[in-house]
């Protein structure tokens, strides 16, 4: 049974009786050592928050393990240090700074509505949403009727968010500083596969070929050219 049914006992309710005494139990232990020793995540997950993605199915996380923080597009705010209501912002900052995080992952996905949208607007009430997928601006491509030209851009936005990420100071230097890695990952919702963003050939590998998760080195590339715009179009 599904949330979307219309008619019939209230759906939702009933799933939160069941997890109280179906899945609670199971793991109450464990959820109360995550009260009584404080939560401890290594992983800050920033993903889209379209509704096939599924964080803890792709990792095989359970609770305590990863910090999440979701918006249409997976997209990360430029840092400029002024004291914006920024969700996403204050998450990075509360993961790094607080959490002392190890790596963060961000994760877009193909047939995405925002990078779609990102070509084809949005009502006009919807100002908020057209100033966000402004965000991904530098990762569009001249021509996008294709699906292949779809996936470029999902592809080209998740090394952007990347470069921005490592505009953040903390960021910045928890990388520098070998305590923190940078995963861009891009889910094939068909395939079941991430690929993974390969920093040296600047290319997305599927895991089931990569030889890692997609942990940098990242500076190098940062440095040695910065712009996503500069990736060869035949590495993505
Ligand atoms: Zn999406």
Not at 72 to 91: E, I, K, Q, W
Not at 140 to 165: D, F, G, K, N, Y
Not at 173 to 185: F, I, K, P, S
């Amino acid at each position: 049974m599904t949330l979307d049914t219309a008619t019939g006992p209230d759906e939702l309710l009933l799933r939160l009786r069941d997890f109280k005494s179906d899945y609670f139990p199971l793991h109450q232990q464990r959820f109360q050592d995550l009260v009584h020793q404080g939560q401890h995540p290594k992983t800050l997950f920033i993903g889209c928050s379209d509704s096939r993605l599924v964080p803890y199915l792709l990792t095989g996380a359970g609770p305590g393990e990863l910090f999440i923080v979701r918006n249409v597009g997976a997209f990360v705010p430029p840092y400029d240090g002024s004291h914006g209501l920024h969700g996403t912002t204050a998450a990075i900052e509360f993961a790094v700074l607080n959490l002392k995080v190890e790596r963060i992952i961000l994760c877009g996905h193909s047939h995405c509505g925002a990078i779609r949208a990102a070509y084809d607007g949005v009502p006009e009430e919807a100002i908020a949403l057209k100033a966000w997928l402004k965000l991904a601006d530098e990762a569009l491509l001249p021509v996008q009727s294709s699906p292949e030209a779809m996936r470029r851009t999902e592809q080209r936005a998740i090394v952007l968010q990347l470069e921005r990420l490592m505009a953040y100071p903390m960021v910045r230097r928890e990388v520098e500083a070998g305590r923190l890695t940078l995963h861009g990952w891009h889910y094939v919702i068909e395939d079941g596969e991430i690929h993974v963003f390969d920093v040296q050939s600047a290319s997305f590998v599927p895991a089931s070929l990569a030889t890692n998760s997609g942990t940098g080195p990242y500076q190098p590339y940062v440095e040695h050219d910065g712009q996503v715009i500069s990736i060869p179009e035949d590495a993505l």
